[in-house]
């Protein structure tokens, strides 16, 4: 798809080289299938674990939810 684009845009602009339209067309290939991948790990995987995240874990239940909250011992 870039490739066309590129292509049809060195139609036009006469200082566009065919290796130029190359690279650019890779490189936009590879950030557009980047950014797509990455929706979806975050959509599918990591959005689900941070909403599950809000319940306490089995130390905080096993506890009372006081994990963190003791004050030091004197010495």
């Given at each position: 798809?870039?490739?066309?684009?590129?292509?049809?845009?060195?139609?036009?602009?006469?200082?566009?080289?065919?290796?130029?339209?190359?690279?650019?067309?890779?490189?936009?290939?590879?950030?557009?299938s980047a950014g797509v991948a990455k929706w979806f790990i975050?959509?599918?995987?990591?959005?689900?674990?941070?909403?599950?995240?809000?319940?306490?874990?089995?130390?905080?239940?096993?506890?009372?939810?006081?994990?963190?909250?003791?004050?030091?011992?004197?010495?």
């Amino acid at each position: 798809m870039f490739l066309l684009i590129g292509l049809a845009l060195r139609s036009q602009f006469d200082w566009l080289s065919f290796e130029d339209v190359s690279t650019t067309s890779v490189w936009g290939s590879i950030l557009i299938s980047a950014g797509v991948a990455k929706w979806f790990i975050v959509q599918r995987t990591l959005k689900p674990l941070a909403r599950s995240r809000k319940r306490p874990t089995d130390a905080q239940e096993q506890t009372g939810g006081k994990i963190g909250t003791e004050e030091p011992a004197a010495v």
